[in-house]
C-alpha cells in the first residue's frame, strides 16, 4: 500500500523547505476607517525575484501608483490565502486602493492603473534559480452591487509560486509605497529594502550600513533607458527623495546624524563617487542607511501562560491606555537587548515616566535631556497615540537606560517613585470609570467582611466550627500587582491550617472594580474561618474584604 502524504506541520514552510515569512500588520485594519494606515504600517514580504531581478518586456509605461497598487493587490492575496497564494481569483474591496493612494486618488485613475498593470508583461528570476519570462502582471475587472465595489483580479501562476515559496525575501511597507511620486523611487526602495532585509539593529552599534550602487547597476534596479547622462537629474534623486518615506531604515549624512530640519534635501547626502579628473562622469552612488529600531509589530511576545495574562499590564484612563500585548513585547525586547526588566519592570517605569511628565517634578535628569520624558512625552503621546509613544520611549530607554536601570535597584527613592505612580495611574483610570465617557457605570454588590452566622443559643461562636472552607474571595486593592497577588497564594499554599477536615479549596481574587477575577485551586485543605480572619490581619494592606463560603 502506497504511503500517504504527510501534510506541511504548518504554513510557515513548504514541502522543499523555502520559508514562506509571515506579513506584518492587517491589511483590514490598515483600511477599515481610512486613516488608520499609517498607524498599523502595514507590511508584505516579496521574493528576491520579484524586487532586484524584474525586467519589463516591451515599454514601460507603469506609473508610481501602479506599482504600488500592484504591490498591495499581490499582498492582499498573500493575506487572504495565509500566505498559500492558491486561489484562481482574488477580490479587494475598492476602498482599500483608494486609500493607499492617497487622498487625490479617484476610481478613473485607479482603473487606468489597473489596465496599465493588465498590459505590462515582465521578465524575473535569479541566476542559477527560478526565472519566468512574459508574465503578465495582472488580469483585473471591476464589480459594483449593493453592498459596494470591489476589484477582482487573477494573479498569474508565476506570480504565485513565487510569493508562495520564498527563499531570499524582503518585507515592504505599504503606507510610503502609496505616498511615493516616482516608480524610480519604489524600484530603488524595493532594492535597498532587499539589500537591508538581513540587517538587525543593536543598541551597541550605530546601526549605520553603506551600501554601494554603480551605475549600470542603478540603471538596471531602476529600469531607466535613457541617456547616462540623465540618470542622475531624471531618476536618481528623484528616487532618493521617495526614500523619505520608509520607516525601516533612513538615508544619513555621512556623520552619521540625522539633521534636525526634515525639509532638507536628502540627495546632498547620498555620496557620488567620480573619477579624480575634472568633469568625470558618476561612476556609483554611495547610500549611508542608519537602521531604524524594530517597531513593536517586529518584536514577538514573551510567553506566558495564558491563565497569568490578568497580571499583564494596568488599566489607565483613555489617553494612555496601552494593551496588555505590548508589556509582552516591550519585556522581551528590553530582555533581548541585555535588561533584565519583566513586564511588571517596564510597566512601572512607564507610570514613573508618565506620573514624572504631569506633575513636572523630576525623578532623574533624564526629564530635561530625553526625547521621550517629561512635557515631551505628553506630546508624543497625544500626537502619536500611547502605543507608539510608549514604544519610542522603551527604544530610548533600552539604548541609553535610565529609568529601567534604576527599577532594578532596590532603593526607597524608587520604590516612592514608583507607589506613587501606581496610584495615579489608579486615581486616572477611576476618574475615567466615573467620567462622561463611561456611559455605564460598573458596581459590585457591597460584602460583608466575612459572613456573620447567628448563633442559635447564646454562646460565642467556636472559630473553626461548622465545617471547612470551600471557597473564599478576596477582594485586593486596585493598586495591587501580580507580585502582591502571588504572595497571598504562596502563603496559603505553605500555611497549617487549624481545622480538622479537609475539603478542596478554591480561591478567587478580585479587584475592587469587580473586572478582574483570577482563580486558584489550591487542593483540599482544613482550613476554618479563623484561618481566614488571620489572612485578613496579616494582608490588610492589600485585602479590602473576604467572602467565605463553607
Known sequence: MAAAAIAPRNNNWTEKGN????????????????????????????????????????????????????????????????????????????????????????????????ERLRSTTVSFGVAGGRKYEGVQLLVPWSETDNIGE?????????????????????????????????????RLYRNLALAMARKRWSKDSDNLHTI???????????????????LK??????????????????????????????????????????????????????????????????????????????????????RFRVPQSFWLRASKFARDNGLASGHHGVLHSWLVAINEALTEVPVTDGRNTREFRGQRL???????????????WLVEEVKDPDLLKLSTGIGQSWRRFEREARIARYNRWRDFQQGPERKRRQKRKPVALVPVVEPKVDTAPVMGVGGPVTEIVVWCDLDADATDVEDLVNVLNRRTFAGDEEAPVKVTVKYGDGLVHVPYSLGKLPMTEMDVTRLKKEFRTLIEEVEMVR
Do not use: C
Request: charged content about 30%; hydrophobic content about 40%.
Open 19 to 114: 520559508f514562506r515569512p509571515q506579513p506584518r500588520g492587517k491589511l483590514a485594519r490598515a483600511f477599515v476607517d481610512g486613516t488608520s494606515l499609517a498607524k498599523i504600517a502595514p507590511e508584505s514580504p516579496q521574493p528576491a525575484e520579484m524586487l532586484e531581478h524584474i525586467t519589463i518586456v516591451g515599454e514601460d509605461n507603469l506609473t508610481a501608483d501602479d506599482e504600488a497598487l500592484h504591490v498591495l493587490l499581490v499582498a492582499h492575496a498573500y493575506e487572504q490565502t495565509d500566505r498559500l497564494m492558491d486561489r484562481s481569483e482574488y477580490s479587494i474591496p475598492t476602498s482599500y486602493a483608494l486609500s493607499l493612494l492617497g487622498e487625490n486618488a479617484r476610481r478613473r485613475g485607479l482603473k487606468a492603473s489597473l
Open 150 to 186: 470591489e476589484i477582482h483580479y487573477i494573479i498569474p501562476k508565476p506570480i504565485q509560486i513565487l510569493m508562495a515559496s520564498q527563499d531570499r525575501y524582503a518585507h515592504l511597507e505599504l503606507a510610503p509605497l502609496g505616498m511615493m511620486k516616482s516608480r524610480y523611487g519604489i
Open 212 to 230: 554601494r550602487v554603480p551605475v549600470d547597476q542603478m540603471r538596471s534596479w531602476l529600469g531607466f533607458i535613457g541617456p547616462v547622462g540623465q
Open 233 to 318: 537629474l531624471r531618476a536618481v534623486d528623484p528616487a532618493i527623495r521617495d526614500l523619505r518615506h520608509v520607516r525601516r531604515f533612513k538615508i544619513v549624512p555621512a556623520d552619521g546624524e540625522r539633521p534636525k530640519r526634515d525639509d532638507e534635501d536628502v540627495v546632498k547626502w547620498v555620496g557620488v563617487a567620480r573619477a579624480e579628473k575634472r568633469g568625470a562622469p558618476v561612476e556609483a552612488w554611495e547610500f549611508i542607511l542608519k537602521l531604524s529600531p524594530p517597531r513593536r509589530y517586529h518584536v514577538a511576545q514573551q510567553g506566558l501562560n495564558p491563565k497569568l495574562m490578568w497580571s499583564v499590564g494596568a488599566p489607565d484612563a483613555l
Open 378 to 392: 505628553l506630546e508624543a503621546i497625544d500626537e502619536e497615540g500611547p502605543e507608539d509613544a510608549a514604544w519610542n
